[in-house]
């Protein structure tokens, strides 16, 4: 009976732990991208679904902006933006119009 109780919390402690290494592997990153109706939503979700490392994918038509959840070990910010400027969209990184914008403030 303590060897199997032994056995079981070990292996809660295993999983638990490999839990959290996955999620510390993924980054979210949202990008500006020119999207105007579902077509454009498609292409893009058709073009990510083989990148390695993307997890999901998120859109805002109105926004016209694209969340990526990926894993960093496997991909980066600038393959995914790659991948859809391949499909004849212009992107950028929401991050950065930011920091365009604060540094247009601090002038």
């Known amino acids: ?16 732990i490999t ?5 510390s592997n993924q980054e979210s990153a949202t990008f500006s991208v020119n999207i105007n ?9 058709n073009q990510l679904a083989f990148e390695r490392g993307v997890r999901d ?10 969340e990526v959840t990926y894993r960093n070990n496997r991909t980066d910010k600038e393959k995914l933006a790659e ?3 391949e499909l004849g969209f212009e992107v950028k990184e929401k991050k950065e119009e930011r920091e365009k914008a604060k540094a247009g403030d601090s002038k």
């Open 1 to 16: 009976m303590i060897q199997r109780t032994l056995l079981l919390t070990s292996l809660v402690f295993v999983l638990a």
């Open 37 to 45: 109706c579902q077509n454009c939503v498609d292409r893009i979700t």
């Open 83 to 85: 991948k859809i400027r």
């Open 19 to 23: 839990t959290s290494a996955q999620r």
């Open 57 to 66: 994918l998120s859109f805002d038509i109105e926004a016209q902006t694209v």
